[in-house]
């Protein structure tokens, strides 16, 4: 069972990946070959690497086969360390051939949002400087707001003191001058 419309793109991939080996991608060096990935081998690489990636989830065998190929032994390693890896990558187009692609594709922009940890992150420190940002404005008005308080308070009480004393005369100079009204 091949898949048609996906199966024209894997087909072309599958046959460029054909074309190449360790026998035109590698160098002579200290008397000995080793591997050279060449620009056109890397340009098939990557467009393997989208394909997948794009359609296969995590859980895929592709997927999975793409994981655990390491690029590095694409340059500078012995031939037959360039062919095993080279193999994991055919090997991984060769079965999308007969796979179908099961990655959602309409995966709703919220839900992957939700999903993403960087946007929890924001959140939480966003979050969490506004309040901080908030209590610490708050706490500078109120302390501003209670020092005026503060200072409206003394001279009030200053002025009560006064008039208390003010009063404290006005009563003495008038039992002075109602015990002389008597006397009189």
Not at 52 to 68: A, C, H, R, V
């Amino acid at each position: 069972m091949k898949i048609k419309n996906k199966n024209i793109n894997v087909q072309e991939l599958i046959n460029e990946g054909n074309n190449y080996s360790s026998e035109n991608n590698c160098k002579i060096k200290y008397g000995e070959y080793f591997s050279d990935a060449t620009p056109e081998f890397l340009a098939w690489i990557s467009k393997v690497e989208n394909f997948i990636y794009t359609n296969f989830d995590e859980n895929s065998g592709p997927y999975k086969m793409l994981q655990t190929a390491d690029k590095s032994k694409f340059s500078g390693y012995y031939l037959s360390e360039f062919d095993r890896e080279l193999q994991k990558y055919k090997g991984a187009i060769k079965s999308c051939e007969h796979l179908k692609p099961n990655k959602s594709k309409s995966e709703n922009v919220i839900i992957s949002l939700i999903k993403n940890p960087v946007f929890w992150t924001t959140l939480v420190v966003v979050i969490g400087g506004s309040y901080k940002l908030g209590f610490d404005n708050g706490n500078s008005k109120f302390d501003k707001e209670k020092q005026e308080f503060i200072d409206i308070n003394k001279k009030l009480i200053d002025s009560v003191k006064l008039l208390k004393i003010e009063n404290s005369k006005l009563n003495k100079e008038n039992f002075i001058l109602t015990k002389k009204g008597f006397q009189n």
